[in-house]
């Protein structure tokens, strides 16, 4: 089955630096999705990236899907507080028509020194 | 609260019993999933409904597991004979189009 992995597993930062977590997938995507779990929350949709070599902005939050849709990166600009939680991305695994699974990274945690 | 509802929030049951949790999707929602999260791990997919079918249960679930979704709104999910490996966060997702929202879980605690 397809497997997604993401690194690093973990990122402490101070508040002001910039972070990236990396993801990437053992078969080609039709597209992925991003997530944040803040802690003890419950994973909350950030966004989808469907065309390939997409690139999304979301304020300080950048998205990008590879060209070969295989890897996609999140890259957060001078990071915050509230910014602390855990990123998982996530790719679909379809089984007909619009029914599919999603199946989840292991997510990098993501702590920030104010 | 129209979000996707979870029932028990926290569960701590001896090893050998049987639990049950229920998720209420957001209404007009017809996909269900549920998924298995461990710490430092992210969300382990075990099944899914499209209205009442279900239409996928993960290999890795044991015949201990099952889950329901009679009238295609409301599930449930069964745990017979629980082991302490079945500790656990157990989510609740349901979805129209793209997004998938998450309940707030079910935290199983097996003694």
């Known amino acids: 089955g397809q497997q997604v992995m993401q690194i690093p597993q973990y990122q402490h930062v101070q508040e002001g630096e910039d972070f990236t977590t990396y993801c990437n997938s053992s078969?080609?995507?039709?597209?992925i999705q991003w997530y944040k779990q803040r802690p003890g929350g419950h994973p909350v949709f950030l966004i989808q990236?469907?065309?390939?070599?997409e690139v999304k902005k979301q304020k300080r939050l950048t998205f990008q899907f590879g060209e070969a849709k295989k890897n996609s990166s999140l890259h957060i600009t001078a990071t915050q507080t509230t910014d602390v939680g855990t990123y998982f991305c996530?790719?679909?695994?379809?089984?007909?028509?619009?029914?599919?699974?999603?199946?989840f990274g292991k997510g990098t945690l993501l702590t920030v020194n104010p | 609260d129209t979000g996707v509802s979870q029932n028990p929030r926290h569960k701590i049951t001896k090893r050998g019993q049987n639990v049950t949790f229920r998720c209420d999707p957001i209404?007009?929602?017809?996909?269900l999933y549920w998924y298995r999260q461990t710490l430092g791990q992210g969300p382990e997919f075990l099944t899914y409904?499209?209205?009442?079918?279900?239409?996928?249960k993960s290999r890795l679930l044991s015949d201990r597991f099952s889950a329901e979704r009679p009238k295609g709104s409301f599930s449930t999910l069964e745990i017979q004979r629980t082991e302490q490996g079945d500790s656990a966060m157990y989510l609740c997702?349901?979805?129209?189009?793209?997004?998938?929202?998450f309940g707030q879980g079910t935290r199983l605690t097996v003694v």
């Open positions: 996530a790719g679909p695994e379809y089984r007909g028509g619009s029914n599919y699974k999603l199946t």
């Open positions: 997702a349901s979805r129209l189009n793209t997004e998938a929202f």
């Open positions: 209404s007009e929602h017809n996909r």
């Open positions: 990236l469907v065309k390939s070599g």
């Open positions: 078969t080609t995507l039709s597209n």
């Open positions: 409904f499209q209205n009442e079918a279900q239409l996928e």
